[in-house]
């Protein structure tokens, strides 16, 4: 019994083992490749909050000054149900106001201060002519043709719904991406508006890391278009996950040994999956994530970013 187990398990072995090299190298043969319009080299977080006030008009009107391919906002809803552009509920931190967007009408909401510290460069702050917390809709308004990652920060049903709606009115879908970290409100909004590429939730986001240690992520259909998290080199420097320390060193070593994957990101990306890492502000780290083989950088610099990658143009088989 033994004997024909082995006789028969090392061929079938043996073909998995070649089918699964065969699919990482080509994953075309089982796969249909996403075709996202643009190659998001140069995503502007928050439209570049470094170099203007955070998710303003002025600040994607400044991002496209630098080339940017994909602008980043988040999105709230105020309570008369105007979806508006804002990282933040709660207002202190922008405006200096303790009042949230959700139980404020979008008459009453205050300007932002006129300097805001940039998040992801402690101790830098950044000022810009346009303190106005912005519609969603004058987003799609002025830049009409601009590809959007649009953050839905709440799990609200009448959100979603207004936020799909304006996609479709606007004619969007195909540039418009679907982004939430969490997994619940990603399948409302996926079902919202079905046309929009989305990217994967941190549940998924495991699970596809799980898939290729074990070695089956080749033979896995993948529904998402985008991959999109921090590069570890910033935790605990610029980005705390958990508590600055010794602790949060350990995390960020983890969490390089077992993501930073050139053969997980080619894969990723002969399948039409674009690996975008956040929130780069220094050339430091843009070297370094390039150097893995990813699509693009997350930014609050956009006139940093985009000297960058003049001085580093892409090879050709990229």
Known sequence: MGFQLLLFGLPALGIYALTSHCLRKKPHLLHKPHRFPVRCRHVSHRGGAGEEIENTLGAFSHALTQRTNLLELDC???????????????????????????ETDYKDLPPYKDSLEVTFSPGCYSHGKDHRIPRLEEVFQKFPG???????????????????????????SHITIWAAFEGKVLKKCCAANTEMPYIFSIKRGITILLLYYIGILPFVPLKETFLEFPLPSIMNRTY??????????????????????????????????????????????????????????MTDYPTLLRKYLDAHPPLCSE
């Open 76 to 102: 709230h809803m105020t309570r008369d149900g105007v979806v508006v552009v804002s990282h933040d509920d709660n207002l202190e931190r922008q405006t200096g106001h303790n009042i949230k967007i959700s």
């Open 146 to 172: 601009v590809p959007v990652n649009l953050e839905i920060k709440e799990d609200s049903d009448e959100l979603i719904r207004k936020v799909a709606d304006l996609v479709r009115e606007y004619n969007r």
């Open 240 to 297: 705390f996950p958990v508590k600055k320390g010794w602790f949060g060193a350990l995390v960020a070593k983890f969490a390089h040994k077992m993501t930073m994957r050139r053969k997980l990101f080619k894969h990723l990306e002969d399948r039409g999956i674009q690996v975008l890492l956040w929130v780069l502000n220094e050339d430091k780290y843009f070297e370094e994530a390039f150097s893995y083989g990813v699509s693009g950088v």
